[in-house]
């Protein structure tokens, strides 16, 4: 069974910086994209940022500008998360979306913006 497993959540004022990373599992295969996506409390899961395979990048309108998605293997992403604002806060999930075995879905990792 494959896994995402995200890692660089936690506190951070506002107006500071981030980083997540994302690592997939050597047996998932034929990654297309990349994303990350954040679920804060009582609201819907929303995309953040995605990266296609041929590095092709999209950012929501609310992190654009602030946000850069990454790529440095077919397996890994980061999100740099740079002025970082009250709103940013929630729960980010990875997902590697595949051609052939559908969507792997990370556990998440807590995303806290708060002075």
């Known amino acids: 069974q494959g896994q995402v497993v995200e890692s660089g959540g936690g506190l951070v004022q506002p107006g500071g910086s981030l980083r997540l990373s994302c690592a997939a599992s050597e047996n998932i295969r034929l990654i297309t994209r990349m994303g990350w996506y954040r679920q804060a409390p009582g609201d819907q899961r929303e995309l953040v940022a995605m990266?296609?395979?041929?590095?092709?990048t999209n950012y929501a309108d609310s992190v654009n500008g602030r946000f850069t998605i990454t790529r440095d293997s077919a397996k890994n992403t980061h999100l740099q998360m740079n002025s970082v604002k009250p709103e940013d806060t929630g729960v980010y999930y990875c997902c590697a979306h595949t051609l052939l075995q559908g969507d792997y879905w990370g556990q998440g990792t807590q995303v806290t913006v708060s002075s």
């Open positions: 990266i296609t395979k041929n590095g092709d």
